[in-house]
């Protein structure tokens, strides 16, 4: 099992299974001894009076969320303006149990340029962590996913009947 090296700056990570609140809270542990500094993307409308003091300083980045913006953009925008951003995505993209995975982990590390690392919240056998670079040169979309799908398979959720490993 490999971990993301100290010198990989600039990365997304996509993160599984995201089945409940406490899920926040045990990413934030695992990145508290990591010792890195990690964002995740929160809808701008979260980050009114002490609510986003608490966001921001746990690095969350404001988005917008509206139909005539893209978030794969603001986020490829935020990896130019900044030295360092390794972006923390839940692969669901909610807690509630999903038929199909979202895809946009893979569009912003495509559209940044950036590497795609996967990392896991395993309650089944009390792992977490960043553990394998996924990379995205020469393959498809589908290809991806495919193998994003494999590393998961066998990863149990906090709450098992929110998560959906076989998502595609």
């Keep these: 099992m ?13 993160v599984a ?14 990145v508290h001894f990591w010792g890195r500094r990690v964002n995740y993307m929160a809808k701008k409308e979260l980050f009114k009076g002490p609510m986003g003091t608490f966001l921001r300083a746990s690095g969350a980045i404001s988005i917008e969320r509206n139909k005539n913006t893209n978030v ?6 935020q990896f130019t303006e900044r030295d360092e951003l ?14 199909k995975w979202k895809t946009g982990f893979y569009h912003i590390a495509q559209e940044a340029g950036v590497p795609l690392w996967l990392g896991v919240l395993d309650a089944g056998n009390k792992l977490g962590g960043v553990i394998k670079e ?20 066998d990863v ?3 709450d098992p009947k929110g998560w959906n490993p076989t998502f595609l």
């Design 134 to 153: 996924l990379p995205l040169e020469g393959k498809t979309k589908e290809q991806v996913m495919v193998e994003v799908q494999a590393f998961f398979s």
């Design 86 to 99: 390794l972006l923390i995505i839940a692969a669901e993209g909610t807690r509630k149990a999903v038929k």
């Design 156 to 158: 149990e959720a906090l």
């Design 17 to 30: 299974p995201h089945t409940t609140n406490f899920d926040f809270v045990l990413s934030m542990g695992f």
């Design 2 to 14: 490999q971990n993301m090296p100290a010198d990989v700056k600039k990365a997304v990570v996509v």
């Design 72 to 77: 794969v953009q603001q986020m490829a925008k």
